[in-house]
């Protein structure tokens, strides 16, 4: 792994606060990859580091990355900033091998390592570094935060009981989540705010779900005050302008030779609407909406076309995991939200589906629409031991349901809404392991594994290798 000089003009502000020193600190270790093309050099103001399987690159349509920005500056009371939880050496997340270096360099005392939300329960012991190693041990293997929110008032629904692996001792009616923290870039892409939607207001731009989201953060994550309106459209403004991407592939090489479209530049130019490419032409009524519904064409990523036909067999593998992604059939039935019950969308099963009927955003991949959906990664069938495991009652039929997270019925109180949650946007993957809400896919060939046991796909070996190349290649 090569070390080389800051990229762009970030690193040469002054007046920056220790908080910013030590995200400027952590800048400097991004990497240059060995022997890029001229089409491949990051230009002033990117970002580039090196992940497991290549390199990825942050750019901003604004031009350079701000690390002066309040994303990066103390608004709260417990030291924290945007950046502990969101770095763009991780693809603007937090990953687990990140974490654990993190915890030996400062014996759990970085500013993650706060018991209102980064320890297993609230209010932890954590005198000790053995106790606090314990204490943190989700946020330590799997990259997860506590997500406390209580059950709205007038839910369809009770929580009557929860098998605490934790025994944290918490109200029933104020449960515990544990998610991995979204990637705050590609943000122009979304149609919804939060694994489980609850910074979306209807009919309310996305711009201003991430104000109301950056707020919360700060009074949430951060214990401070309200952060002014200035700062908080500072940050929005910021995040809405990263875009990131990867951009080498160790095999492969660069991803934007020969015709192909991989990297941020490209990604920084796809038009987008909320709304687009859906297939069921929708067309929700909120700001930044399609004025129509184009139809649905399921070829979603268009990167690696080029590379169909190449003289290395590595490329061909993308572009082959490419068109499996975008065309390989299966059978998509039974997922509530899209259609689970007689109430959803689409009744009956999907005979034709594939990747992107529910990742249809073009060379995003998220869903373009607002629409929560359970595809059954809260399963109890699919409950670690590490995981709580709810049991919620309906309040007038009686009836019964487990899951380790109620997902999106958390913010409406409604049955039908239980263990739904978004489809996020699906670039610079692999900087960013594991995956799904719950970070229970360690890997992308556990994400692979995954599809192929809910949807009974059959995938050869063949199409597995090439679909995880092209995850990797995003
Ligand atoms: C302690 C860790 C932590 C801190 C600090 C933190 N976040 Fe997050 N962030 C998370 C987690 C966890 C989620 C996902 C929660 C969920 O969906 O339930 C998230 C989600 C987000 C999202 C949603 C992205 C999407 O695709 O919907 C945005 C935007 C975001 N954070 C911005 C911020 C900003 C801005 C700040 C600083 C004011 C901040 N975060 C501070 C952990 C953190
Ligand atoms: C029925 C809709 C649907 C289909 C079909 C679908 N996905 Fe997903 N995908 C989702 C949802 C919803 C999530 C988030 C689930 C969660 O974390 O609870 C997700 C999450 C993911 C993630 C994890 C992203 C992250 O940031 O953690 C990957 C990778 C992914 N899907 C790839 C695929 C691939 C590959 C296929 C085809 C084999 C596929 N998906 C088919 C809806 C779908």
Redesign the pocket.
Known sequence: MNRAPQQGRTSSRRSMTGVTLVAVLSFAGLTAVSGPTSADQPAAGEMTFSNPSGAHRTLSTGGTIDTENPFFQELGTNGRTCFTCHRPEQAWTITPTELRDRFEQTGGLDPIFRTNDGSNCEGADISHVEQRRRAFSLLLTKGLIRIGLDVPAGAEFEIFDVDDPYRCGALLSSPSMYR?PLPTTNLAFLSTVM?DGRDTAPGQAIRADLMTQARNATTGHAEGAPPSAAELRAIVDFELGLVTAQTHDSSAGSLSVRGARGGPRMLARQPFCIGINDPLGMLPSVPGACATSGGFDPRVFTLFEAWASDRSAEREAIARGEAI?NTRQFV?DS?PG?NGAPWDPVSGPIQN???T???DTPNAGN?SVSMA?N?G??DPLRRTPDLPLYTLRHRTTSEVVQTTDP?RAMVTGRWNDIAK??????RA?AA?AP????GS?AT?AD??AF?ETR?Q?GFTDREKAD?LAF?HSL
């Open positions: 991995r694994w992604f998509i997922v899209l589906g594939t990747c009927i529910c990742h869903h959906l595809i990664i809260a997902g949650f978004k489809g996020p946007v699906l993957l960013r995956f799904f809400h719950d896919a992308l994400v692979i599809y949807f796909i679909l995850l």
